[in-house]
């Protein structure tokens, strides 16, 4: 492979040859697409913790990532050097956005006072980094199950000290977010579930979730932050069982506490999978709740039953995910696609971290044109329009009008005949739907 990298931005290189070098075969950031230019719809972002502060460590060993900042040993100085790394390798590789947690990107002191005066130091050499180079934060967060006081929780821990102190670290992150014009703020529950019910109070620590929740909307208001709130949904890992399991559940909670109107959510394929969803399933519940916020863009592996984040590759999950995003006319009001992803422990070079982001934004980008074209043909939304279109007129318009009782119903179909019910059904044509699907994404490529 050529060192290109090195010195220039990663080219689009087209799909003639379809030998995979450093290049883009299918991202065009300015190639409009569905009336938007690609680099719109799909709205990349670097997550800074799977790139540069994390070492490729998996549970049975330490990491193996070698970077050009390793040698350093004084931790600000460290912090800073990754810091001016990011954004060279934000603009090489062509993103506008990244993602951080609050300790990805600055050395913890002994108090939070202290901790707090390091990320002070390191948020302003992004924010003039950010100024420099027009790359935008697409969201930024707490991490709040790291460190070892957070064992057993922060906002839903049994120590009210802990809660204090989580509450005290994500005002300064709400701070953060203002500072460097957050498009979204991400809470996703680390460690924000139990291990086992015979020691857990479930029903108090979700009230303190809430009002966990409530106070940083208060305090939102308050600095004038108007990022978009999101929850992340993952069902398990590290608890046996997390409170914001899944899309559907994170939405009841939310309304249960009535926060539903100052939070959407941030949905990731792995923890969709984790939850016996597919990633279209959390998208497409999600949107029908009017709550699509952002995408964490990662993929598991079914013969492996962890958060692999895996850059994604699979392009029959990445078009059911923009068919999604198609239909609803965008990701969220400012959401975009994170990476949350690392290269395999077995990749541990820069020129990896190059290639593993470059098959992620090809395959988005890759989706994106098959879901396009199955939109301009109208092939799904034709099939959806005819599945339910006895609800249009008579007894269904009437169903979906609610202008019906059960007596109504029972007049309707007491004397039906089973096979006058049976001729009510139409064939759901699923095989070959899925073979239209697989003939579109063959066409839609080699056309692209
Ligand atoms: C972990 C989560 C995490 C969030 C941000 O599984 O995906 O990385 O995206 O805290
Ligand atoms: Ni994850
Ligand atoms: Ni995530």
Known sequence: MSDLWKTDTI???????????????????????????????????????????????????????????????????????????SFEFYQKLGVEYFCFHDRDIAPEGDTLRETNQNLDKVVDRIEKRQQETGIKLLWNTCNLFTNPRFQAG???????????????????????????GAENYVFWGGREGYEN??????????????????????????????????????????????YDFDAATSIAFLKTYGLDDSFKLNLEGNHANLAGHSYQH??????????????DANQGDKLLGW?????????YETTAVMWEVLSEGSIGPRGGLNFDAKPRRSSYTEEDLFAAHIVGMDSYAAGLLVAAKLKEDGFIDEILQKRYSSFDQGIGKKIEDGQ???????????????????????????????????NYLVKALADA
Do not use: C
């Open 11 to 85: 080219p689009f290189v087209g799909n003639d040859d379809p030998r995979q070098g450093l290049g883009f075969h299918y991202y065009q950031p300015d190639r409009v697409v569905a009336g938007k230019k690609m680099s719109e719809w799909l709205r990349f972002g670097v997550a800074y913790w799977h790139s540069f502060q994390q070492r490729l460590v998996d549970p049975f060993g330490e990491g193996t990532a070698q970077r050009p900042y390793d040698s350093l040993t004084d931790p600000l100085e460290l912090a800073l050097a990754k810091v001016d790394y």
């Open 404 to 438: 019906f009782t059960l007596a109504d119903l029972e007049e309707y179909s007491l004397d039906k005949t089973q096979s006058e019910l049976m001729n009510a059904n139409e064939p759901g044509e699923l095989e070959t739907i899925k073979a239209t699907l697989n």
């Open 282 to 295: 959390e998208v497409r519940v999600a949107r029908s709740a009017g709550m699509l916020g952002s995408l």
């Open 154 to 180: 922060a906002a839903t821990s049994p120590f009210a000290d802990v809660f204090a102190y989580s509450g005290a670290q994500l005002k300064h992150s709400l701070e953060i977010a203002k500072r460097l």
């Open 307 to 315: 958060d692999l984040d895996e850059f994604p590759s699979d392009l």
């Open 197 to 242: 019910l015979w020691n857990t109070d479930l029903k108090r620590e979700q009230d303190h979730m809430a009002s966990f929740f409530h106070a940083a909307v208060d305090y939102a208001k308050e600095i004038g932050l108007d990022s978009q709130f999101l929850i992340e949904p993952k069902p398990k890992e590290p608890t046996t069982h997390q």
